[in-house]
T-cell receptor, first 113, second 114 residues
Framework: SQKIEQNSEALNIQEGKTATLTCNYT??????LQWYRQDPGRGPVFLLL?????KEKRKERLKVTFDTTLKQSLFHITASQPADSATYLC????????????FGTGTRLKVLA | GAGVSQSPRYKVTKRGQDVALRCDPI?????LYWYRQALGQGPEFLTY????????KSGLPNDRFSAERPEGSISTLTIQRTEQRDSAMYRC????????????FGQGTRLTVV
């Protein structure tokens, strides 16, 4: 069956450390993988997009990697801050079929001051 | 408009009633998506449109759910004969050109069926 899995447990890290979130997928062939941030009571907000032929993408303190062999994307926040506390969602779009965004379950990150 | 607008923000309805949820996407956005999100879960795909054409409705749970986007702009998600299990946050998103661009989400409609 098709699955997108993210750490179901909340991730607590100390301020200043690097947070690493994982997105694993099964039985998908994504052309694009995106990461979103969601705060309580609000809709998801786009952060980064990475294509299937890209290994890594950076934006300020954020870095995304994409390994199509491992079927995994890693999302890193360096020098984390309490304001980074939120739920982070990965979403993929398949290379064939219809171009819908398919979301993972999300990982809740808490950065401790 | 400035962002994706959904109305109503909250809807309480009695079991068996029909409800219509509205989504007004960002002006000019080609693609419009409907999702349902349970607490603590990621958005679950329901259906999406390019312009006025419904491209994929594979996520609609059953035939009580339908959606339309007749003029390629505003969309309505209709749930007929609501049941308690339909209670959820319903989210709409739009994107300018498809999957290689970001999706912008609205604030959602919280539906409660009593």
């Amino acid at each position: 069956s098709q699955k997108i899995e993210q750490n179901s447990e909340a991730l607590n890290i100390q301020e200043g450390k690097t947070a690493t979130l994982t997105c694993n997928y099964t039985n998908y062939s994504p052309a694009y993988l995106q990461w979103y941030r969601q705060d309580p009571g609000r809709g998801p907000v786009f952060l980064l997009l990475i294509r299937e032929n890209e290994k890594e993408k950076r934006k300020e303190r954020l870095k995304v990697t994409f390994d199509t062999t491992l079927k995994q994307s890693l999302f890193h926040i360096t020098a984390s801050q309490p304001a980074d506390s939120a739920t982070y969602l990965c979403a993929l779009v398949q290379a064939s079929g219809t171009y819908k965004y398919i979301f993972g379950t999300g990982t809740r990150l808490k950065v401790l001051a | 408009g400035a962002g994706v607008s959904q109305s109503p923000r909250y809807k309480v309805t009695k079991r068996g009633q029909d409800v219509a949820l509205r989504c007004d996407p960002i002006s000019g956005h080609v693609s419009l998506y409907w999702y349902r999100q349970a607490l603590g879960q990621g958005p679950e795909f329901l259906t999406y449109f390019n312009y006025e054409a419904q491209q994929d409705k594979s996520g609609l749970p059953n035939d009580r759910f339908s959606a339309e986007r007749p003029e390629g702009s505003i969309s309505t998600l209709t749930i007929q004969r609501t049941e308690q299990r339909d209670s959820a946050m319903y989210r709409c998103a739009s994107s300018s050109q498809g999957p290689h661009t970001e999706a912008f989400f609205g604030q959602g409609t919280r539906l409660t069926v009593v």
